[in-house]
């Protein structure tokens, strides 16, 4: 039963936009590991910006 787990900042992911990415991430391991798609388990983890960062430094949002 494989499992994944996808982390995106809570920033503009839109409801339809996590629907492809468990369908594609689903698809990927059906392709690649001949994985039953009934038994794959996806989990989208939303971390709030300020939880977020890269290369020693904190992800602050930018106003636009």
């Given at each position: 039963?494989?499992?994944?787990?996808?982390?995106?900042?809570?920033?503009?992911?839109?409801?339809?936009?996590?629907?492809?990415?468990?369908?594609?991430?689903?698809?990927?391991?059906?392709?690649?590991?001949?994985?039953?798609?009934?038994?794959?388990?996806?989990?989208?983890?939303?971390?709030?910006?300020?939880?977020?960062?890269?290369?020693?430094?904190?992800?602050?949002?930018?106003?636009t």
């Open positions: 039963m494989p499992y994944i787990n996808i982390k995106v900042t809570d920033t503009n992911v839109t409801k339809d936009q996590k629907r492809l990415l468990i369908e594609g991430a689903t698809e990927l391991v059906v392709r690649i590991l001949n994985k039953n798609p009934a038994t794959t388990h996806v989990v989208i983890d939303e971390i709030p910006l300020e939880n977020w960062g890269f290369n020693g430094t904190q992800t602050v949002a930018t106003k």
